[in-house]
């Protein structure tokens, strides 16, 4: 990362073709601009601009490094801007639309966290399924949707995604809980807590026991992330899940997760998306939050 004051030099020689009239639209001196651009194309290598007689051009490399300089200048007027509207906002809101698996499982810790630093922002949240979710965002009744394997759409930005990995839940007591890893015929052998055809884990199950030629035939099927979560407490019943929707139950010794040691194991994919670049500030430091908490809590978990 360049340093601020020679990306403001960089920017400025270009646009004088001068060093000298650079200075002065500057109020710096021109031996101190020179001997900065001239430590940089020692640094790099290679000459940024061409000497002529009567002014200096950008060469190929410089025309390269410029447009780096201008875009790196930009974003960081917009980043002062969020700063200066922060400083200015005493009360915010904006709205997430979500599934309810983020629901059930971390979105509302990362809200509480939220909440702990910006207690006069209103945060309007309502669940949907995958469809209504993103009819939701796309006709702006709300800023944000968040949700696993959102399907691909021309008017919305995907602000950030993550993958996580779909594994097999159950209770440490288990009989199999001492293993790393389980296959689909050792789960076909106990209880199962399947997601139903509403929830996004769904497809991701049947395409696994299709590829095996094996049926899958729940005990119980459901679209509560909590209620598969009970179950998996109970010894001898087992459900798939992600290590997201068991974060409490991990950290108090309760519940273990198995990879699934199958070909053709497809993670799921936790998006944030919106019908454009986000403008309202607390809407990106929300975005912001998530991003560092989901990397806590997914990092120890390769795909």
Known sequence: MLHSRLLIYLDTVARCGSIRKAGEHLNVASTAINRQILTLEDNL???????LPRKLVLTAAGEILLAHVRDTLKNMNLTR?????????????????????PISTFLPLALADFHNTHQ???????????????????????????????PMDNSLVVQTARTVPLGVVMSVHHPLAHQESITLEE?????????????????HLEDLYAARDLSLTPAIETNSIELMRQMALSPGNITFLTPLDIIQE???????????????????????????KISNPFTALFIERVEYFLQDYTSTYPV
Not at 252 to 275: C, D, H, M, Y
């Open 250 to 276: 991990r950290a108090e010794g309760k519940l273990k997760f198995l990879s699934l040691n199958e070909q053709g194991t497809q993670p799921q994919t936790l998006s944030i998306v919106a019908r454009s």
């Open 45 to 51: 290598g290679t000459p940024i601009f061409q000497r």
């Open 120 to 150: 006069n922002v209103r945060i309007h949240v309502s669940t949907y399924g995958t469809h209504d979710l993103v009819e939701t965002v796309k006709n702006g009744q709300a800023d944000i949707g968040i949700g696993f394997d959102i």
């Open 81 to 101: 801007q969020v700063l200066e509207d922060l400083k200015g906002l005493k009360r915010g809101e904006f709205s997430i639309a979500t599934m309810v698996g």
């Open 187 to 203: 789960c076909n052998a106990w209880p199962l807590t399947v997601a139903d055809d509403s929830m996004a884990i769904r497809p």
